[in-house]
């Protein structure tokens, strides 16, 4: 440019860059406003328009003279999917710290963007620009964060878990009860029905009250719950009950010898 060897030069890079400040000092060169710089950005939605002001380089100078249309490239900063959240957050915060400055071509916090045309944004991204970094992230170190977000993840499991058993296992554990009770009723209805059918004697009278003892020793030494006191008594009489039936049967058939 300098040598007159080239007509156009075509730079991409900040207005702060040696080179830029350099041509625009020279005398002999011009910067070029594109006038159909909104058309290039709707057909090439990586490019946008940039105006730069009259006189912001120097205002005294009036450099430039006009205001000045250009064509700029748009930057990214892209990642995997599988990067861990914590570090597309130090990336961001490392952007914000170095871009979100006011300059020539932006106000304050107009960089980074929070939006692209082309590649979707990381869900991280899109929560830090929501609301900012976490307390967490502001306040405790990355290596621990990292081992604090899987103990809750682990608790949030541990929860999701125990909840349901909460509520569960207090009704199973009372169906457990209940259906030892129903076991030992179970077993005193059959030998009730086992004395209404012995007419032929196929059982006798000790072992009709060597079942019974076992099933009133078995029921007095399991423990069971103060809210099933009712039960267990009722099942005791029950017992009580058809013990002074087969004395009674005894007594008739003793009376009737």
Do not use: C
Request: glycine share 4%; aromatic share 8%; no cysteine.
């Amino acid at each position: 440019m300098k040598d007159r060897k080239v007509d156009v030069a075509w730079i991409f890079g900040p207005p702060q860059a040696p080179a830029v400040q350099a041509l625009l000092k020279n005398p002999d060169v011009r910067l070029l406003s594109f006038s159909t710089a909104e058309a290039y950005t709707r057909i090439y939605p990586d490019l946008v328009r940039l105006t730069l002001p009259q006189g912001v380089f120097d205002i005294k100078k009036n450099l430039p003279p006009t205001d000045v249309s250009l064509i700029a490239s748009t930057n990214r900063v892209l990642v995997r999917s599988d990067l861990h959240p914590e570090i597309v957050y130090l990336l961001l915060k490392a952007m914000l710290a170095e871009h979100s400055e006011p300059g020539i071509f932006q106000r304050p916090g107009e960089f980074p963007k929070s939006s692209d045309p082309e590649y979707p944004l990381a869900e991280s991204a899109v929560e830090f620009y929501r609301n900012g970094p976490s307390f967490m992230q502001r306040h405790v170190p990355l290596w621990l964060s990292v081992h604090i977000q899987r103990l809750i993840a682990v608790l949030a499991t541990v929860v999701a878990v125990v909840i349901p058993l909460l509520h569960y296992l207090p009704q199973l554990y009372r169906w457990n009860v209940r259906r030892r009770l129903l076991y030992w009723y179970a077993r005193l209805q059959a030998l009730e029905a086992a004395i209404e059918s012995n007419s032929g004697g196929t059982k006798t009278s000790a072992e009709v009250q060597n079942e019974l003892q076992r099933i009133e020793d078995a029921v007095s030494h399991i423990r069971f719950p103060l809210a099933f006191s009712d039960q267990v008594y009722n099942l005791r009489s029950h017992i009580e009950i058809v013990r002074r039936r087969i004395t009674g049967r005894e007594n008739l058939s003793l009376a009737a010898e």
